[in-house]
Every structure is written in structure tokens, then in C-alpha cells.
């Protein structure tokens, strides 16, 4: 609310001064110190301009992914038809292979890849199902196909020379992930960074998953409208991040004339406890370094308790962030694995484990 006090305001000449005011000047009269006009201007004078106000649909525009990554491409495994989209970024380093989440895509890790990008190379990819990646069937998200996608689009991408690789996973990613390096068929897999999922409370919540997606806002008149819903509704905190990543969750449905979810997540439930069982053994007997990131303390399970306490694996909570924590902070996101990566001194070149299988095996 504007103050009339003059007293704290800083008096600033008029732009259009009065009649009488003008004339005086011009005539080079002294001016009268016995007018109170003359000492007291208007207190409104000196109240800066408010700024513009954004309409609703310029403040949830969306944004294009190149504001963030270098390149992107589609990936084709030879022998099918199916073709997974990637977002590339930075010139240098080790790869950090980010896996995003159920109903997500490569474009939640974009605010963090623009600063990872700095150090190291960025990979985030879009699963079956999900995003721009076109497969045979989008529907069959067992853990093992999705772990077969990952080492396929890493195949095809690196052949028998793969750089140092970093797997990323966020959510239904960090299970791929922990997955594919339990596989041990990754002979550069030199780091395991896992966000925000573990196998306890994963399992207890999937009861409440169907509920929670049919509950969910279904159909969007606008991308625009959907992403203010993502935020409003407290799944993303970002507000600049949901403007990259939530387009490219969505499709147009022709015959409902709205936007609707590009991951049919309700249709896949067979394959959710295949996510999560067994997960923490996994995680903790991968031997590679590891660390895990938690939107809060409480989801930590007994196994990775007890593990976190032998000192297994590198554990951060991050404060004040929902779920998504490489969307709501991508900035304390990108330091964590930039940290990560100087602290077990990954290079270009990685480290070899000993046991782990050739590629071809």
C-alpha cells in the first residue's frame, strides 16, 4: 500500500510542472516560501512505477529445451523399431546418464544440466512411454526392459568405447538405474546417484498409487493451464522448470480437443512392485561410489539405515523441496553431483571394477 508520508520519500521534481510554477520560473521571480506548494510536493511523486503485470498464460508460457541443453537426437536400436529421445549437453568430461522419474521426462534434469554442463557432459533420456522416445510397445515398463533400453541407447551411442558414466535417477529412474548397475555390464560405470526413492516407503505407497493418478487433474485446455496446475498443485516448485519440462509430458487428444498425459502410468501397474523390491540390497551392494539424495529423513528404510551408518554410500538431505528435487532446486541439484564427481575424482576415462562384464557380454 502507498504511503502519503513525505517524510521518508525522497522528493523528485514533476515532469509537468504547474501553470503558475512555470510562468514563475520564467520569469526569474524568487520563489514565494510563504506557498506551501512550494515545500511540499506530492508524495506520489517519488513512488517508482509498479512493473507490469503478467497475465496468467505469460507467466506458465512455456520455455524450449534449447535454453538449456547443447543438442538433442533420437537414438535407434538397431534390430527393432524402437527410437529413444536424448538431450545432450557440455563438451568434456565424464557423462552423467540422467533417468528421470514415472510420468516425467529427460527435460526435469533441464535447469540442472545448464549448469552441470560447465564440468562434465550431460545425457538425459526419455523412456518408453514417455516424452519424445517412440517404441514397439509403450506400455511394458518391467524393470527389465527398462533397464534394457538404457544399455541399448548407451550401446548405440558409445559402442564398445564408452566414456566414464555417471548413472542419475530420479524416482522410477533411481530403480533403472540401481538395476542397470546391479546388471554389471556398464565397464565405465564409475558413479550411482539416486534421488529421492527407497524401496520401503516405495513399497508401502503403491496401494495409493492408482488413487493418486486418477485423482490427479486428467485434461488441460492449454499447456499453459497445465503448467500452472503442475505448480498450483505442488507437484513441481519450479515454476521456471515446469515451464521446460511439462510440455513435453503432454499430448494433444484430438477427439477430447485438451492436452492429457503423454504416459499412460495407470495402464503399467503390473510392473510398479518390479520397480522397487529388493531395491536397497541392490543399491547397497553396487560397488561403485553412491549417493543418495532425500526430500526427507523419514524414507529411509532399515537396510540403508543400518548401510548409511557403516558408511556404504553418501547420503544428503535436501531441505525445502518436494519430490522432483532436480526441478525445485536445480542449482543445489547440479552442485551435489558436480561435488560428487570431483570428490571420487572421476575423469574422462572412469575406473574399472573389477568383476564387472565386458559391453557385448
Same mark, same amino acid.
Given at each position: 500500500m502507498e504511503s502519503s508520508a513525505p517524510s521518508n520519500l525522497a522528493p523528485l521534481s514533476e515532469e509537468s510542472p504547474p501553470a503558475e510554477t512555470s510562468a514563475r520560473d520564467c520569469s526569474n521571480n524568487p520563489p514565494d516560501h510563504n506557498n506551501i506548494n512550494d515545500e511540499v510536493p506530492s508524495a506520489f511523486s517519488s513512488v517508482p512505477a509498479r512493473p507490469p503485470i503478467q497475465t496468467s498464460s505469460q507467466k506458465y508460457a512455456p520455455l524450449d529445451w534449447s535454453g538449456y541443453f547443447d543438442r538433442e537426437d533420437d537414438v535407434s536400436i538397431p534390430g527393432s523399431n524402437d527410437v529413444f529421445h536424448v538431450y545432450l549437453a557440455g563438451t568434456q568430461g565424464p557423462v552423467i546418464f540422467c533417468l528421470h522419474g514415472g510420468g516425467y521426462t529427460g527435460l526435469s534434469f533441464a535447469l540442472s544440466a545448464s549448469k552441470i554442463k560447465e564440468k562434465v557432459r550431460v545425457v538425459a533420456m526419455d523412456f518408453r512411454g514417455h516424452g519424445k522416445s517412440s517404441t514397439e510397445n509403450e506400455l511394458d515398463l518391467s524393470i527389465e526392459t527398462l533397464c534394457s533400453d538404457v544399455l541399448a541407447v548407451l550401446m548405440t551411442m558409445y559402442g564398445d568405447s564408452p566414456p566414464a558414466i555417471v548413472l542419475v535417477g530420479h524416482s522410477m529412474g533411481g530403480s533403472v538405474a540401481v538395476h542397470v548397475a546391479a546388471r554389471k555390464q556398464l565397464p565405465t560405470l564409475c558413479g550411482l546417484v539416486v534421488v529421492d526413492?527407497? *524401496?520401503?516407503?516405495?513399497?508401502? =505407497?503403491?496401494?495409493?498409487?492408482?488413487?493418486?493418478?486418477?485423482?490427479?487433474? @486428467?485434461?488441460?485446455?492449454?499447456?499453459? /493451464?497445465?503448467?500452472?496446475? =503442475?505448480? /498450483?498443485?505442488?507437484?513441481?516448485r519450479n515454476i521456471e522448470s515446469a515451464r521446460v519440462s511439462i510440455? &513435453?509430458?503432454?499430448?494433444?487428444?484430438? =477427439?477430447?480437443?485438451?492436452?492429457?498425459?503423454?504416459?499412460?502410468?495407470?495402464?503399467? !501397474? @503390473?510392473?510398479?512392485?518390479?520397480?522397487? !523390491?529388493?531395491? &536397497?540390497? /541392490?543399491? $547397497?551392494? =553396487?560397488?561403485?561410489?553412491k549417493l543418495l539424495l532425500l526430500a526427507?529423513?523419514?524414507? $529411509?528404510?532399515?537396510? $540403508?539405515?543400518?548401510?548409511?551408518?557403516?558408511? /556404504?554410500?553418501?547420503?544428503?538431505?535436501?531441505?525445502?523441496?518436494?519430490?522432483?528435487?532436480? *526441478?525445485?532446486?536445480?542449482?543445489?541439484?547440479?552442485?551435489?553431483? $558436480?561435488?560428487?564427481?570431483?570428490?571420487n575424482r572421476i575423469g574422462p576415462r572412469g575406473i574399472e571394477i573389477p568383476g564387472i562384464k565386458s559391453w557385448r557380454s
Open positions: 526413492v527407497v *524401496e520401503g516407503t516405495a513399497m508401502a =505407497s503403491l496401494i495409493h498409487m492408482q488413487k493418486i493418478l486418477t485423482n490427479r487433474m @486428467q485434461h488441460f485446455p492449454t499447456i499453459e /493451464k497445465a503448467i500452472e496446475w =503442475s505448480v /498450483k498443485g505442488g507437484s513441481l510440455p &513435453s509430458t503432454l499430448i494433444y487428444d484430438d =477427439s477430447k480437443r485438451c492436452y492429457t498425459y503423454r504416459a499412460k502410468l495407470e495402464e503399467t !501397474e @503390473q510392473h510398479w512392485r518390479g520397480w522397487y !523390491e529388493g531395491l &536397497s540390497e /541392490k543399491f $547397497l551392494s =553396487s560397488p561403485v561410489p526427507g529423513t523419514d524414507r $529411509l528404510d532399515r537396510a $540403508l539405515t543400518i548401510g548409511q551408518m557403516q558408511g /556404504k554410500f553418501q547420503m544428503v538431505v535436501v531441505r525445502h523441496t518436494g519430490h522432483a528435487i532436480q *526441478e525445485d532446486v536445480p542449482d543445489e541439484f547440479a552442485d551435489f553431483i $558436480l561435488n560428487f564427481v570431483s570428490r
